[in-house]
Structure formats: structure tokens, C-alpha cells
């Protein structure tokens, strides 16, 4: 019994010290993409990445990405959170959609204030149409890595076997990982706002979660549940 005790808090001690170095690179990253990026105006990183991909784009690629990156956008991500709080909240799990609620709308808060915040404009010549708000960073990278992740949330709440868990959370984090490559492809976005979406998304839903820990306990989880 005092073996077990043992494995469960290493195990616990090991995912917090994961965590919370990841909550720190990313923190760290972001940092330096907003230094380099657009304080400093250092673009090669960005000229080269563009320059790969124009060697490899075709019409096929161009279509298939225009398809990922709705999946990233407010017309999709935003019925999405208002059918999944609908849902939860159908199927008496009323903590759930508050906190996916309060998720929804913080994260959509911080894109928007990031945005005014850097001021950084988008790349020239877009290969569909052409955008006028700002760049940096990726609202599609950012939102599509929150959504995701909400939904790896849940999915790991529920009980479903441990196999179905991971394939589905993998299949997620790809799912975000190519909304935000399709913003590169289709020049909507630089290399390193992409990045840097994805950063900032991972430091808020590690914060979120830990917020979520602090101030609902399993008693007032149960309460709202019932």
C-alpha cells in the first residue's frame, strides 16, 4: 500500500514538473517571438518558411488548406463552444459548460487584445483574399489549439478506454497543428504568429485548468451537477 502511495504521488510530482516546464518554454517562446519578431522586425525565419512552401504548393494543397483553416475560424469555433455547452449542459454536466464557457470567451478576449497589442500586419499577397486585421499572433493557431485541447479535456473525463483517449487527442492536436500550418500555406499568416498562437494557447488552457482546480473543488463540481 505505501508502495503505491509512493508511484501515485511520483506520478503526480513527474505531470506537475511536465507542466509546468511547458508553461514556462511556452511562456519563454512567445517572448522571444514578440522581441524578435515585432519589436526587432527580423522576418528571414518567416522568408524561409514561405519560400518552402511555395516550392511545394499546388492547387490540390491550396484547396485542402482552405478547408482545414475554416476549422480554425470564428464561423466554426464559435457555433462549436455554443453547441458543446448546449450539450453539456443537456447531459447535467452545468460545471463543464461553465468552464468551457469561461474558456470560450477568455481566449477570444486575449486573441483580440494580443492583436491590438503587437500591431504586427499580415504577409502581402494572400493566395485567396485579402485580410485587414492584424497578425500576430494566430487566432486560428491560437483558438483551434484551445478548442482542441477543451475537447482532450472532456474526452479524458469521459470513459472511454485509455486507447480511444490518445488516438482521439492525437488526432486533435494534428487537427490544430495543420489549421496552423494552413494559415503559412495560404499567406494569411507569418511562420512565427502561428507559433506563437500556439504558445499562447498552450499557457491558457495550463492556466485554465489549474484556475479551474483552485476555485472549483469537487463539491461545488458535484453541487452543480446534480
Known amino acids: 500500500m505505501k508502495r503505491l502511495i509512493r508511484e501515485i504521488i511520483t506520478e503526480v510530482e513527474i505531470k506537475t514538473l511536465v507542466v509546468s516546464l511547458l508553461f514556462i518554454i511556452s511562456l519563454f517562446v512567445f517572448g522571444f517571438l514578440a522581441r524578435e519578431v515585432v519589436s526587432e522586425d527580423e522576418n528571414s525565419f518567416d522568408n524561409n518558411v514561405f519560400a518552402f512552401f511555395k516550392m511545394h504548393t ?3 494543397l491550396i484547396h485542402v488548406m482552405r478547408v ?3 476549422f480554425g475560424s470564428t464561423y466554426f469555433v464559435i457555433p462549436a463552444y455554443i453547441i458543446l455547452i448546449i450539450v453539456l449542459s443537456f447531459l447535467h454536466r ?3 459548460a461553465i468552464n468551457v464557457a469561461i474558456v470560450a470567451v477568455s481566449s477570444t478576449l486575449l486573441m483580440l487584445g494580443l492583436k491590438e497589442f503587437f500591431h504586427r500586419h499580415r504577409p502581402e499577397l494572400p493566395l485567396v483574399k485579402t485580410l485587414t486585421n492584424f497578425s500576430f499572433p494566430s487566432g ?3 483558438c483551434s489549439f484551445i478548442f482542441c485541447s477543451v475537447i482532450i479535456y472532456l474526452v479524458d473525463k469521459g470513459k472511454l478506454d485509455l486507447k480511444w483517449k490518445w488516438i482521439f487527442s492525437i488526432l486533435l492536436v494534428l487537427l490544430s497543428i495543420f489549421i496552423g ?3 503559412i500555406v ?3 499568416h507569418y511562420a512565427t504568429d502561428v507559433l506563437a498562437g500556439f504558445c499562447v494557447g498552450l499557457v491558457w488552457v495550463i492556466f485554465s485548468l489549474w484556475l479551474e482546480s483552485k476555485l472549483t473543488p469537487r463539491r461545488v463540481e458535484l453541487q452543480l451537477d446534480a
Open 186 to 188: 495560404l499567406r494569411y
Open 94 to 96: 452545468r460545471s463543464d
Open 58 to 60: 499546388t492547387g490540390g
Open 68 to 70: 482545414l483553416t475554416f
Open 181 to 183: 500550418i494552413s494559415r
Open 140 to 142: 486560428h493557431a491560437l
